[in-house]
């Protein structure tokens, strides 16, 4: 069973447009862990946040902004007055006690047009 | 700074010919890892290392290898390379293993089979 979801697969937007990533997860573990990379066209994934279960605080870091809710399974991405450097697929993974490993959403392809 | 370096960033080889893709670490850490990522995919774990201690994933073919030699270096090597070997190869590291664990990613190698 897929342990992420991206749904969207393609997203294009206007700069300056604001941008929501979605993401929902399934576990039976009470502990885990979940985080958001941006993989740009040179290929590296950069890391953006972790959040861990238990700290369902909303988080925002400069344009960035995280939205966590355990109810609904989600731990969605928004990007404020997006740029063109925002542009890149994003992952969403998931990762729990018991394993070594990321579960990596899909990936949602992001193009901010100028 | 610290960082995670992979070479060759392209490489191109032909079918069935051996190859060897590297990646080294300035970041001291543990774990070292392996992933495979085709066009439009999330990456797909093959395999990490634990200090010395190697963890296959039960799903990589036989036909992948690694090697780690020391702290800072890990190698991948493909026996037999395949058309459907094609692909991205990211190798990353965390200073623990496991749940909550940050992985760093290298810029990757591109894989070509001709």
């Known amino acids: 069973a897929q342990k992420v979801t991206q749904a969207q697969t393609e997203i294009s937007v206007v700069e300056k447009e604001d941008v929501t990533l979605d993401c929902v997860y399934e576990t039976r573990d009470t502990t885990y862990y979940l985080f958001w990379y941006k993989q740009p066209p040179s290929g590296e994934l950069v890391f953006l946040i972790r959040?861990?279960?238990?700290?369902?605080q909303n988080e925002i870091s400069g344009r960035y902004s995280w939205n966590f809710q355990k109810s609904t399974s989600s731990f969605n991405f928004t990007i404020t007055a997006s740029q063109v450097v925002d542009s890149a697929v994003y992952f969403c993974a998931l990762s729990e006690p018991t394993g070594n490993q990321f579960y990596f959403g899909t990936g949602t392809s992001l193009t901010v047009i100028p | 700074d610290a960082m995670v370096i992979q070479n060759p960033r392209y490489q191109v080889t032909q079918f069935g010919k051996p190859v060897t893709l590297s990646c080294s670490q300035t970041l001291n850490h543990n774990v070292m890892y392996w992933y495979q990522q085709k066009s439009s995919q999330a990456p797909k774990l093959l395999f990490h290392?634990?200090?010395?201690?190697?963890?296959n994933e039960a799903d990589t073919p036989d036909n992948f290898q690694s090697r780690r030699p020391n702290t800072s270096f890990c190698f991948l090597d493909i026996r037999s390379p395949g058309l459907g070997d094609a692909a991205m190869y990211l190798c990353?590291?965390?200073?623990?293993?496991?749940?909550?664990?940050?992985?760093?990613f290298g810029p990757g190698t591109r894989l070509t089979v001709l």
């Open positions: 959040r861990n279960s238990f700290d369902e």
């Open positions: 290392y634990y200090d010395k201690d190697f963890n």
């Open positions: 990353a590291t965390s200073s623990l293993r496991g749940a909550g664990a940050e992985q760093f």
